[in-house]
Nanobody
């Protein structure tokens, strides 16, 4: 069974920084794309940033130039460095990974970590 576990969320003042981490564990052949999504009550989960196995990145327009996604494939980890945080960044942040298990590609989600930005 493959699991993703996020860490690093918390409460921060506007303008501050946080770094989220996500670790993948279990038995799998390979991890392809990894990403971070976020969700607020009553809204759909939205993409924040994604990174391919080769290191190509993409970002939501609202976070570009403030957030940086990176990964350590040797450690099966993905990170999200968040700077210049705004109150509207407040959300539950979820880690996502496309994991190849026995030649099948499976979409895996973490349990989420709360990020709260105070004004």
């Amino acid at each position: 069974q493959v699991q993703l576990v996020e860490s690093g969320g918390g409460l921060v003042e506007a303008g501050g920084s946080l770094r989220l981490s996500c670790a993948a564990s279990g038995t799998f052949f390979r991890i392809n794309d990894m990403g971070w999504y976020r969700q607020t009550p009553g809204k759909q989960r939205e993409l924040v940033a994604r990174i391919t196995r080769g290191g190509s990145t993409s970002y939501a327009a609202s976070v570009k130039d403030r957030f940086t996604i990176s990964r350590d494939s040797a450690k099966n980890m993905v990170y999200l460095q968040m700077q210049s945080l705004k109150p509207e960044d407040t959300a539950v942040y979820y880690c996502n990974a496309e994991v190849v298990v026995r030649s099948l590609s499976v979409d895996i989600w973490g349990q989420g970590t709360q990020v709260t930005v105070s004004s």
